[in-house]
């Protein structure tokens, strides 16, 4: 035990693996330290999902590491890890041709050295890209985005099992959004960006990722679908999409019609993963209890739906306690007179919810 811990708080200088952990290899040793929650490792959510075929992922921050609740929690319980933010442009080549991957490199060792999968986030998106992108012309934005692809993709070749190369291209009518440079190349540089990858990273497996197209007839689904649909038709390498399941539970789409749309999107020859869920309880009527039974329901919905579609492959929860979600910072956390949003699995004290009960169970099928 001593000698786990001692890794688990030493992750960050820790030699390399320099190989993946193989799909549902079964679970490393596993840690409780006093705080870190009460489920035993036994039927911790990994260990649970197993038979499902399913991996439980968590996207991880290296800032919150230092708190050795939180790396031993997540590896208790999760077989997938995002990074939540070492990935990005912002993060990886902050100076046009100077890349830094130390942050991204100190998540890929913690995943390896626990077997967890990892899902690279993200290659091309409008967010969090490093300012000088922005004052490129067409000819040197398009460079730019190939090197950035192929130099961030090599990096990790061979120990990312799946890659969100392009993220959030299509706005709510689903049309290529106006507000990332990226559609000044018009749309093939979507098809760009994951034939770069691809060839930077061949056993990769490709993702879109984008928000808001849970729900089955809106113009955005449609033009996500229209848009992932003429990749693979076109045989550009994409092997998957990725649903964010950032959802106001106000207008959540029922468990049925998630299961429609997944199917839907199936049937193209995709693989689905549900990237970033978080169900914030702000924006649930009622009590405290209330809102907690609810956040529950909702999150079994959730996975039910995965369940229910073979191409589905997994779950991962956007943080791991409601003390590091991205709803809990000021610039996104509720609104005047609106309750906190705490939409994670574990509360503050590292201490499993309801929700996670609910997911749990619903991954034991009971
Ligand atoms: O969780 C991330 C937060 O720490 C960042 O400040 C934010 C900046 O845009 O990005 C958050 O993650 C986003 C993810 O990368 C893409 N989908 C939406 C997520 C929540 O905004």
Same mark, same amino acid.
């Given at each position: 035990m001593k000698v786990f811990l001692m890794s688990l708080l030493t992750f960050s200088v820790a030699a390399c693996v320099g190989k993946s952990a193989a799909p549902n290899s079964g679970s490393p040793p596993v840690a409780n330290p006093a705080g870190a929650g009460t489920a035993n490792a036994s039927g911790s959510l990994r260990e649970t999902a197993l038979p499902t075929k399913r991996k439980m992922g968590v996207a991880l921050a290296t800032y919150f590491m230092s708190d050795a609740r939180y790396p031993a929690l997540a590896a208790r319980e999760f077989d997938s890890l995002t990074p939540e933010n070492e990935m990005k442009w912002s993060a990886t080549e902050p100076n046009p041709g100077q890349f830094s991957f130390e942050a991204g490199d100190r998540l890929v060792e913690f995943a390896e050295q626990h077997a967890m999968r990892v899902r690279g986030h993200t290659l091309v998106w409008h967010n969090q890209l490093s300012p000088w992108v922005k004052g490129l012309n067409e000819s040197e934005l398009k460079s730019a985005m190939l090197r950035h692809v192929e130099r961030v993709a090599s990096r990790w070749k061979g120990r990312i099992a799946q890659w969100d190369v392009v993220n959030e291209a299509v706005d709510d009518q689903g049309k290529l959004r106006q507000n990332s440079p990226f559609t000044a190349l018009g749309p093939s540089y979507i098809a760009d960006a994951f034939r770069a990858a691809h060839e930077a990273d061949p056993n990769a497996l490709l993702f879109y990722n984008d928000y808001e197209i849970e729900a089955y007839d809106s113009p955005k689904t449609r033009g996500a679908y229209e848009l992932v649909k003429d990749l693979k038709e076109s045989g550009v390498p994409i092997h998957g999409i990725g649903f964010q399941m950032h959802v106001d539970p106000r207008g959540w789409p029922s468990a049925d019609e998630m299961q429609k749309n997944l199917e839907r999107f199936a049937k193209l020859g995709l693989l689905l993963e549900l990237t970033e869920i978080d169900v914030p309880?702000? @924006?649930? !009527? #009622?009590?405290a209890e209330r809102k907690l039974a609810r956040q529950s329901e909702l999150a079994r919905g959730v996975v039910h739906a995965c369940l229910a579609v073979p191409a589905c492959t997994g779950l991962t929860f956007w943080g791991l306690t409601d003390k590091h *979600?991205?709803? *809990?910072? !000021? @610039?996104? #956390? !509720? %609104? %005047? #007179?609106r309750g906190p949003h705490l939409p994670l699995l574990f509360d503050e004290s590292y201490q499993p919810k309801p929700v996670y009960h609910g997911v749990l169970a619903e991954l034991a099928g009971r």
């Open positions: 309880l702000g @924006e649930i !009527p #009622g009590d *979600s991205w709803l *809990s910072t !000021p @610039e996104w #956390g !509720p %609104k %005047k #007179g």
